[in-house]
Protein backbone atom coordinates (compact mmCIF):
# COMPACT_ATOMS: atom_id res chain seq x y z
CA UNK A 1 0.00 0.00 0.00
CA UNK A 2 1.81 3.24 -1.10
CA UNK A 3 1.59 6.10 1.41
CA UNK A 4 -0.09 9.33 0.25
CA UNK A 5 0.03 12.81 1.69
CA UNK A 6 -1.55 15.67 1.02
CA UNK A 7 0.65 19.07 0.58
CA UNK A 8 -0.34 23.00 -0.34
CA UNK A 9 0.76 23.77 -3.79
CA UNK A 10 2.66 26.63 -1.38
CA UNK A 11 5.01 24.27 -0.06
CA UNK A 12 5.66 22.23 -3.21
CA UNK A 13 8.37 23.06 -5.66
CA UNK A 14 7.37 24.39 -9.44
CA UNK A 15 8.88 21.15 -10.74
CA UNK A 16 6.88 18.72 -8.51
CA UNK A 17 3.59 20.96 -8.88
CA UNK A 18 4.10 20.80 -13.41
CA UNK A 19 4.83 16.84 -12.77
CA UNK A 20 1.69 17.08 -11.17
CA UNK A 21 -0.02 18.42 -13.76
CA UNK A 22 0.86 17.39 -16.74
CA UNK A 23 1.02 13.49 -15.46
CA UNK A 24 -2.11 13.55 -14.07
CA UNK A 25 -3.70 15.31 -17.02
CA UNK A 26 -2.46 12.41 -19.46
CA UNK A 27 -4.97 11.08 -21.94
CA UNK A 28 -7.20 13.98 -21.04
CA UNK A 29 -9.54 14.99 -23.32
CA UNK A 30 -7.76 17.85 -24.68
CA UNK A 31 -4.08 18.45 -24.55
CA UNK A 32 -3.93 21.04 -21.62
CA UNK A 33 0.19 20.82 -20.53
CA UNK A 34 1.43 23.15 -19.36
CA UNK A 35 5.32 25.00 -19.68
CA UNK A 36 6.21 26.68 -15.97
CA UNK A 37 5.40 30.25 -17.47
CA UNK A 38 2.34 29.38 -18.56
CA UNK A 39 1.42 27.70 -15.69
CA UNK A 40 2.20 30.59 -12.90
CA UNK A 41 0.41 32.96 -16.02
CA UNK A 42 -2.78 30.51 -15.98
CA UNK A 43 -2.75 30.96 -11.35
CA UNK A 44 -2.72 34.47 -12.04
CA UNK A 45 -4.66 35.30 -14.67
CA UNK A 46 -7.91 33.34 -13.04
CA UNK A 47 -7.25 34.18 -9.39
CA UNK A 48 -5.77 30.85 -8.25
CA UNK A 49 -4.08 30.70 -5.27
CA UNK A 50 -0.83 28.66 -4.15
CA UNK A 51 -1.62 28.94 -0.91
CA UNK A 52 -4.96 27.10 -1.01
CA UNK A 53 -4.75 24.46 -3.93
CA UNK A 54 -3.09 20.92 -3.11
CA UNK A 55 -0.91 18.35 -4.43
CA UNK A 56 -0.91 14.49 -3.58
CA UNK A 57 2.51 12.82 -3.27
CA UNK A 58 2.23 9.00 -3.31
CA UNK A 59 5.71 7.37 -1.74
CA UNK A 60 6.99 11.13 -2.46
CA UNK A 61 6.09 10.58 -5.88
CA UNK A 62 3.54 13.76 -7.19
CA UNK A 63 0.61 11.99 -7.95
CA UNK A 64 -2.20 14.75 -8.03
CA UNK A 65 -3.46 18.08 -8.16
CA UNK A 66 -6.43 20.75 -7.24
CA UNK A 67 -5.97 24.10 -8.19
CA UNK A 68 -8.23 26.59 -6.19
CA UNK A 69 -9.61 30.04 -6.58
CA UNK A 70 -11.53 32.36 -4.51
CA UNK A 71 -13.65 35.63 -5.53
CA UNK A 72 -15.98 36.99 -3.62
CA UNK A 73 -19.20 37.37 -5.74
CA UNK A 74 -22.43 39.51 -4.65
CA UNK A 75 -21.41 39.35 -1.20
CA UNK A 76 -20.49 35.77 -1.39
CA UNK A 77 -17.23 34.12 -1.13
CA UNK A 78 -17.40 31.62 -3.97
CA UNK A 79 -14.39 28.78 -5.15
CA UNK A 80 -13.48 27.38 -7.97
CA UNK A 81 -11.73 24.18 -8.63
CA UNK A 82 -9.52 25.17 -11.62
CA UNK A 83 -8.66 21.77 -12.54
CA UNK A 84 -8.85 17.86 -10.88
CA UNK A 85 -5.98 15.78 -12.24
CA UNK A 86 -4.42 12.32 -10.88
CA UNK A 87 -1.49 10.49 -12.79
CA UNK A 88 -2.88 7.27 -14.89
CA UNK A 89 -0.98 4.86 -12.44
CA UNK A 90 -2.38 6.32 -9.30
CA UNK A 91 -6.43 6.36 -10.83
CA UNK A 92 -9.04 4.72 -8.47
CA UNK A 93 -6.89 4.25 -5.75
CA UNK A 94 -8.70 6.86 -3.53
CA UNK A 95 -6.42 9.97 -4.30
CA UNK A 96 -8.91 12.70 -6.43
CA UNK A 97 -11.11 11.98 -3.15
CA UNK A 98 -8.11 12.91 -0.29
CA UNK A 99 -7.70 15.93 -2.67
CA UNK A 100 -11.38 17.06 -2.82
CA UNK A 101 -11.44 16.55 1.01
CA UNK A 102 -8.33 18.78 1.62
CA UNK A 103 -9.99 21.36 -0.90
CA UNK A 104 -12.80 21.51 1.27
CA UNK A 105 -11.47 22.04 4.55
CA UNK A 106 -9.61 25.02 2.55
CA UNK A 107 -12.95 26.14 1.52
CA UNK A 108 -14.08 26.48 4.79
CA UNK A 109 -11.20 27.75 6.55
CA UNK A 110 -11.45 30.62 3.74
CA UNK A 111 -15.24 30.92 4.48
CA UNK A 112 -16.63 29.81 1.07
CA UNK A 113 -20.14 29.26 0.81
CA UNK A 114 -20.51 28.38 -3.05
CA UNK A 115 -17.87 25.57 -4.49
CA UNK A 116 -17.81 25.80 -8.32
CA UNK A 117 -16.55 23.66 -11.33
CA UNK A 118 -17.00 22.37 -14.39
CA UNK A 119 -16.22 18.74 -16.01
CA UNK A 120 -16.37 17.51 -19.67
CA UNK A 121 -19.53 15.85 -20.07
CA UNK A 122 -18.25 12.64 -21.26
CA UNK A 123 -16.09 12.54 -18.48
CA UNK A 124 -18.54 10.40 -16.54
CA UNK A 125 -16.33 8.92 -13.65
CA UNK A 126 -15.65 12.17 -12.61
CA UNK A 127 -18.99 13.74 -12.43
CA UNK A 128 -19.91 11.08 -10.41
CA UNK A 129 -17.09 11.19 -8.19
CA UNK A 130 -18.34 14.79 -8.11
CA UNK A 131 -21.62 13.70 -6.94
CA UNK A 132 -20.81 11.50 -4.43
CA UNK A 133 -18.85 14.62 -2.57
CA UNK A 134 -21.83 16.72 -3.11
CA UNK A 135 -21.95 18.37 -6.01
CA UNK A 136 -24.71 18.69 -8.53
CA UNK A 137 -25.47 19.97 -12.25
CA UNK A 138 -26.47 23.10 -12.56
CA UNK A 139 -26.35 23.39 -16.20
CA UNK A 140 -24.43 22.79 -18.94
CA UNK A 141 -21.89 24.62 -21.48
CA UNK A 142 -21.08 24.66 -24.60
CA UNK A 143 -17.24 25.29 -26.23
CA UNK A 144 -18.20 26.36 -29.79
CA UNK A 145 -15.97 27.93 -32.85
CA UNK A 146 -15.86 28.95 -35.87
CA UNK A 147 -12.99 27.78 -38.60
CA UNK A 148 -10.85 30.12 -40.08
CA UNK A 149 -12.58 31.46 -43.38
CA UNK A 150 -15.85 29.39 -42.33
CA UNK A 151 -19.44 31.46 -42.50
CA UNK A 152 -18.17 33.72 -44.97
CA UNK A 153 -20.83 32.94 -47.52
CA UNK A 154 -23.10 33.41 -45.06
CA UNK A 155 -21.53 36.99 -44.63
CA UNK A 156 -22.08 38.49 -48.16
CA UNK A 157 -25.83 36.93 -48.21
CA UNK A 158 -28.54 39.18 -48.76
CA UNK A 159 -31.04 37.07 -47.77
CA UNK A 160 -30.38 37.14 -43.52
CA UNK A 161 -33.05 38.46 -41.80
CA UNK A 162 -32.86 42.09 -40.32
CA UNK A 163 -35.56 44.50 -38.42
CA UNK A 164 -34.68 47.92 -40.12
CA UNK A 165 -34.87 46.88 -43.63
CA UNK A 166 -30.77 47.46 -43.83
CA UNK A 167 -29.05 44.19 -43.07
CA UNK A 168 -24.93 44.42 -42.44
CA UNK A 169 -24.44 40.87 -42.30
CA UNK A 170 -20.53 41.05 -40.63
CA UNK A 171 -19.52 37.37 -40.20
CA UNK A 172 -22.66 35.63 -41.41
CA UNK A 173 -24.64 37.64 -38.55
CA UNK A 174 -27.39 39.95 -39.33
CA UNK A 175 -26.94 42.74 -37.54
CA UNK A 176 -29.97 45.03 -36.94
CA UNK A 177 -30.85 48.75 -34.89
CA UNK A 178 -33.94 47.06 -34.05
CA UNK A 179 -37.48 48.12 -35.34
CA UNK A 180 -38.31 50.65 -33.21
CA UNK A 181 -35.61 52.21 -30.88
CA UNK A 182 -31.71 52.64 -32.73
CA UNK A 183 -28.68 51.99 -30.73
CA UNK A 184 -25.21 53.55 -30.45
CA UNK A 185 -21.96 51.07 -29.65
CA UNK A 186 -19.87 51.83 -27.35
CA UNK A 187 -16.50 50.00 -26.38
CA UNK A 188 -15.57 49.54 -23.07
CA UNK A 189 -12.81 47.24 -20.68
CA UNK A 190 -14.77 44.34 -19.06
CA UNK A 191 -14.74 46.09 -15.54
CA UNK A 192 -16.83 48.74 -17.20
CA UNK A 193 -19.86 46.23 -18.66
CA UNK A 194 -19.29 44.36 -15.27
CA UNK A 195 -20.87 47.80 -13.04
CA UNK A 196 -23.90 47.31 -15.34
CA UNK A 197 -27.01 46.44 -13.25
CA UNK A 198 -28.17 44.05 -15.35
CA UNK A 199 -24.30 42.29 -15.55
CA UNK A 200 -24.50 38.57 -15.12
CA UNK A 201 -21.30 38.17 -11.81
CA UNK A 202 -22.07 34.42 -10.89
CA UNK A 203 -21.09 32.70 -14.81
CA UNK A 204 -18.57 29.79 -15.26
CA UNK A 205 -15.64 31.47 -13.45
CA UNK A 206 -13.12 31.99 -16.69
CA UNK A 207 -15.95 34.15 -18.20
CA UNK A 208 -16.38 36.13 -15.21
CA UNK A 209 -15.02 39.74 -16.18
CA UNK A 210 -12.01 39.45 -13.90
CA UNK A 211 -10.66 36.54 -15.72
CA UNK A 212 -11.10 38.79 -18.41
CA UNK A 213 -9.41 41.66 -17.08
CA UNK A 214 -6.88 41.74 -20.60
CA UNK A 215 -9.76 41.75 -22.80
CA UNK A 216 -12.73 43.99 -24.35
CA UNK A 217 -16.49 45.01 -23.99
CA UNK A 218 -19.18 46.82 -26.13
CA UNK A 219 -22.41 48.30 -24.34
CA UNK A 220 -25.27 48.89 -26.67
CA UNK A 221 -27.25 51.92 -25.47
CA UNK A 222 -30.74 53.33 -26.55
CA UNK A 223 -31.32 56.49 -27.53
CA UNK A 224 -31.42 57.98 -24.43
CA UNK A 225 -28.25 56.45 -23.30
CA UNK A 226 -28.77 53.69 -21.50
CA UNK A 227 -27.43 50.13 -21.06
CA UNK A 228 -29.68 47.49 -23.11
CA UNK A 229 -26.68 44.98 -24.03
CA UNK A 230 -23.17 43.63 -23.69
CA UNK A 231 -20.95 41.35 -24.74
CA UNK A 232 -17.09 40.54 -23.09
CA UNK A 233 -14.61 38.92 -25.40
CA UNK A 234 -11.35 38.95 -26.11
CA UNK A 235 -9.02 39.18 -29.43
CA UNK A 236 -5.89 37.04 -29.41
CA UNK A 237 -2.57 39.11 -31.47
CA UNK A 238 0.80 37.31 -32.91
CA UNK A 239 4.23 38.45 -32.76
CA UNK A 240 3.37 40.59 -35.73
CA UNK A 241 0.54 42.56 -33.71
CA UNK A 242 -1.94 41.31 -36.16
CA UNK A 243 -5.42 40.00 -34.80
CA UNK A 244 -4.79 36.24 -34.96
CA UNK A 245 -8.57 35.21 -32.97
CA UNK A 246 -11.51 36.45 -31.15
CA UNK A 247 -13.66 34.56 -27.92
CA UNK A 248 -16.68 35.20 -27.16
CA UNK A 249 -17.18 35.37 -23.13
CA UNK A 250 -20.43 36.78 -22.02
CA UNK A 251 -23.28 38.55 -24.07
CA UNK A 252 -26.46 39.33 -22.46
CA UNK A 253 -29.77 41.96 -23.25
CA UNK A 254 -31.35 43.61 -20.70
CA UNK A 255 -34.74 41.90 -18.87
CA UNK A 256 -37.32 43.55 -20.84
CA UNK A 257 -36.18 44.36 -23.89
CA UNK A 258 -38.62 43.69 -26.74
CA UNK A 259 -36.04 43.65 -29.14
CA UNK A 260 -33.80 40.80 -27.88
CA UNK A 261 -32.86 39.37 -31.17
CA UNK A 262 -32.04 42.27 -32.88
CA UNK A 263 -29.47 43.34 -29.66
CA UNK A 264 -28.23 40.02 -29.52
CA UNK A 265 -27.48 40.56 -33.56
CA UNK A 266 -25.44 43.30 -33.41
CA UNK A 267 -23.82 42.30 -30.04
CA UNK A 268 -22.34 39.32 -32.27
CA UNK A 269 -21.86 41.23 -35.05
CA UNK A 270 -19.58 43.96 -33.36
CA UNK A 271 -17.67 41.14 -31.36
CA UNK A 272 -17.43 38.25 -34.19
CA UNK A 273 -18.21 40.89 -37.38
CA UNK A 274 -14.69 41.66 -37.79
CA UNK A 275 -11.93 39.96 -39.68
CA UNK A 276 -14.55 36.88 -40.04
CA UNK A 277 -11.95 34.86 -41.97
CA UNK A 278 -10.07 34.24 -38.40
CA UNK A 279 -10.99 31.57 -36.35
CA UNK A 280 -13.43 32.32 -33.31
CA UNK A 281 -15.08 30.42 -30.24
CA UNK A 282 -17.56 31.20 -27.84
CA UNK A 283 -16.40 29.48 -24.54
CA UNK A 284 -18.38 28.18 -21.62
CA UNK A 285 -21.37 29.72 -23.08
CA UNK A 286 -24.82 28.10 -21.45
CA UNK A 287 -26.56 25.45 -23.61
CA UNK A 288 -29.95 27.15 -23.07
CA UNK A 289 -28.69 30.53 -23.79
CA UNK A 290 -31.00 32.75 -26.57
CA UNK A 291 -27.43 33.34 -28.72
CA UNK A 292 -26.46 29.83 -29.39
CA UNK A 293 -29.32 29.68 -31.89
CA UNK A 294 -27.49 32.78 -33.50
CA UNK A 295 -24.02 31.48 -33.00
CA UNK A 296 -24.99 28.10 -34.84
CA UNK A 297 -26.89 29.91 -37.80
CA UNK A 298 -23.54 32.03 -38.12
CA UNK A 299 -21.63 28.27 -38.46
CA UNK A 300 -20.18 27.95 -35.06
CA UNK A 301 -20.52 24.10 -34.15
CA UNK A 302 -19.84 23.20 -30.62
CA UNK A 303 -16.56 21.36 -29.73
CA UNK A 304 -16.69 20.54 -25.92
CA UNK A 305 -19.79 20.50 -23.87
CA UNK A 306 -19.42 20.71 -20.39
CA UNK A 307 -21.65 20.46 -17.14
CA UNK A 308 -21.51 23.07 -14.54
CA UNK A 309 -21.79 21.56 -11.29
CA UNK A 310 -22.26 23.76 -7.92
CA UNK A 311 -21.88 22.45 -4.40
CA UNK A 312 -23.11 24.72 -0.86
CA UNK A 313 -20.00 24.20 1.77
Request: glycine share 8%.
Amino acid sequence: MESLSIKLMSECTLTDVLQAWNEGFKGYYANVAMTADAFLARMANESLSAEHSVVAFADGVPAGIIVNGFRTIGGERVAWNGGTAVAPEHRRRGVARELLEASFELYRKQQVTLATLEAIEDNVKAIALYKDMGYSVAGSLLIMQRKAGSGEQAANSEEAPHASGATDAAAGMAIATGAAVRYTVRHCRPQEAARLDFYEPLTPWQTQWASVRDGEAVVLCDEEGNAAAYAIFKRVFDAGLAHASTTLYQCAVQAGRPDREALLRRLLGQVLGAEAGLPQRAFNIPADHEAIALLQEAGFETNVSQVYMTRRV
